[in-house]
């Protein structure tokens, strides 16, 4: 299992909302955080530039408010999600899940160890180690699209990892399988 990445960058974004959420492996939920901030500062700049919509001044006011609710959200968001992984007491209910879904997976209790797996990513949604596992799970339990969409999570976070070459073999076992399907 691989340690919760550090990386103190992600914290430097806050004040562009939903980029760190992206940064630490959230990219769905920073999306989104990003696309309200940006709608919301759109919608208040039309209504200065647009005179029809001169006409109802709650829309600026509404969308200001909206813009400033996104950035408040996502700063909060991401400075949890950044002291989330560096606290102690994560870290060792990340190796207890690590541990366990291992002694599940050797005893062959395949559906507990994806159980115990799947919180891995609680913590660290791009964990390369995590993702691999569920992906190996995925495949032999017959479910390439979504091993296939682990491995391809795990390697899009992070290209450096020592991992790397155990994803894209997987990656292909899961493809050629979702083929033969």
């Known amino acids: 299992m691989t340690t919760p990445r550090r990386n ?5 974004l806050i004040p562009i909302p939903g980029l760190p959420q992206w940064c630490l492996g ?4 920073g999306l989104a955080i990003f696309a309200v901030f940006c709608l919301a500062l759109n919608l208040a700049l039309l209504t200065e530039l647009v005179p029809a919509l001169a006409a109802f001044p ?3 006011t509404g969308a200001l408010v ?22 102690p ?4 209910a ?18 507990a160890a994806r159980e115990r797996f799947r919180h891995l990513l609680d913590g660290d949604a791009a964990d390369p180690t995590g993702r691999l596992l569920l992906a190996c799970l995925e495949r032999r ?13 795990a390697l899009a976070a992070d290209l450096a990892n020592p991992l790397h070459g155990e994803l894209e073999r997987e990656l292909a ?9």
Do not use: K, N
């Open 89 to 92: 007491r994560a870290l060792v």
């Open 141 to 153: 339990a017959g479910r390439p699209s979504e091993a296939i969409l682990h491995a391809r999570a």
């Open 58 to 60: 709650g829309v600026r």
């Open 66 to 87: 909206l813009a400033f609710g996104a950035l408040v959200f996502g700063a909060s968001d991401a400075w949890r999600l950044a002291m989330q992984r560096r606290s």
């Open 173 to 181: 076992l899961a493809t050629e399988d979702a083929r033969g399907a």
């Open 8 to 12: 103190p960058f992600c914290l430097a």
């Open 94 to 111: 990340r190796m207890e899940w690590f541990r366990q879904g291992r002694q599940r997976y050797l005893a062959g209790d395949f559906a």
């Open 26 to 29: 959230r990219a769905r939920s």
